[in-house]
């Protein structure tokens, strides 16, 4: 099974869930630093979709000005293409396989989509 992680390395639940993914057997990972190489307003509006949550949902907060901007009460639009010019905005990590997707906090949320 392939899984992609969308990876924040400075993220502590990032690199377990990383751990997790590395430490399943049968599993091939794909590493995107999505800091570096981020994700277009189309892919997490795909991602999002298939974790079953809205763009808002895996907004982050902490750390950012998005409640400044009014992006947590913005239109599903808006939020993406925000998270799409500043990733930082993403809520990490994100993790996708055959399965599904989920955003992966905490960390052994990724446990049902292996």
Avoid: F
């Avoid at 992680?5 to 990383?18: D, E, M, Q």
């Avoid at 307003?41 to 750390?63: M, N, V």
């Avoid at 925000?82 to 055959?98: C, K, S």
Wanted: include cysteine; aromatic fraction near 2%; glycine fraction near 8%.
């Amino acid at each position: 099974m392939k899984a992609t992680i969308w990876h924040n390395p400075k993220c502590g639940t990032s690199r377990k869930t990383l751990a997790i993914l590395e430490e399943t057997p049968g599993v091939e990972v794909e590493v995107i630093e999505y800091l570096k190489t981020p994700p277009g307003a189309d892919k997490l509006a795909q991602l999002y979709r298939d974790a079953g949550i809205t763009p808002q949902q895996g907004l982050r907060t902490r750390g950012t000005d998005a409640e400044e901007r009014g992006l947590p009460d913005a239109d599903d639009a808006t939020v993406l293409a925000a998270m799409a010019a500043e990733p930082i905005l993403i809520e990490r990590p994100l993790v996708e396989t055959d399965k599904g997707a989920r955003l992966c906090r905490p960390q052994d949320t990724v446990h049902q989509i292996l």
